[in-house]
């Protein structure tokens, strides 16, 4: 931690902090293998589901923040390790501090994707508490008209502290084939089960959840210091807008399991999925 006070004030780029955070981290402990120095553990569990589908290069994106609607009711998100462990004070009294980091990660993620020109807007139901999940103004009301308008819709998430949690991945919308842009965000931050927990509400929605990590730790103590805080937030929405930028733009997976495949043949005009990739 000796560089901190050389680095921070001089206004930290997103490289300067990764190699921050990476030179903390390594002076501190070793890592495990599939432990990230920013968001830590990927989640374990086994899967094995590929997003072969191609969006369209314009498809509108939709962000939504976690928990949104469903603060002081089942639910709501979790608390994070510095606030139910340690006593901390949440970062706002009204809700849990899952929602405020979600929500900070969603206005990034919107921001730079529109810098970047991405067809990405994001949306807040401006009601902390809607009992009724089907009611229109829901996260899953809206998240599911929009994915069956065409769009691709995601909602930001942190994961539990402690045993409960398992830490950053990608659950794909069960409610069409995973797309390049699950398998892109997959690849950066872990890969959940296709049907973890049953299916979550918002997958069988059509809404693809990104649990960006588990909310304690080296990512908690920087989102909560406000000395790191903005340039950490950057640095999550940057790694999200590049990984849904590169889910666009690139080629299709390779399908190793099937040589003939139709995603091996350089000529395939036609790389929708078919049912029988999945
Ligand atoms: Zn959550």
Redesign the pocket.
């Known amino acids: 931690m000796k560089l901190r006070p050389l680095l921070l004030p001089a206004g930290l780029t997103i490289t300067g902090l990764l190699l921050l955070l990476g030179l903390a981290s390594t002076a501190d402990a070793p890592r495990q293998p599939g432990e990230d120095l920013l968001t830590g553990p990927q989640v374990p569990l086994r899967a094995t589901w590929v997003g072969r589908r191609r969006e369209k290069q314009d498809v509108q994106i939709l962000v939504l923040a976690?928990?949104a609607d469903s603060q002081a009711i089942e639910g709501a998100?979790?608390s994070g390790a510095a606030v139910d462990r340690r006593g901390a004070m949440p970062m706002d009294p009204k809700m849990r501090d899952?929602l405020f980091w979600?929500r900070k990660i969603r206005d990034a993620v919107v921001r730079l994707g529109q810098e970047r020109s991405l067809n990405i807007s994001g949306y807040d139901p401006n009601a902390l508490t809607i009992r009724d999940e089907n009611d229109p103004r829901t996260n899953w009301s809206v998240g599911r008209r929009h994915h069956d308008a065409g769009g691709y819709a995601l909602e930001i998430?942190?994961?539990?502290y402690g045993p409960d949690g398992y830490g950053s991945g990608l659950i794909p919308s069960l409610r069409r084939d995973p797309s390049r842009i699950d398998e892109s965000l997959a690849l950066n931050f872990g890969r959940y089960p296709l049907e973890f927990r049953g299916g979550l509400g918002a997958p069988r929605r059509g809404i693809s959840?990104l649990?960006v990590g588990k909310l304690e730790g080296n990512l908690e103590a920087r989102l909560r210091d406000p000395a790191s805080r903005d340039a950490v937030v950057e640095a999550l929405a940057h790694r999200i807008v590049e990984a849904i930028e590169q889910g666009l733009s690139a080629p299709p997976p390779a399908l190793s399991s099937q040589p003939d495949g139709a995603g091996s043949d350089p000529r395939g005009k036609n790389h929708r999925t078919s049912p029988a990739d999945v």
């Open positions: 976690g928990h998100g979790t899952e979600n998430h942190f994961d539990a959840i649990e």
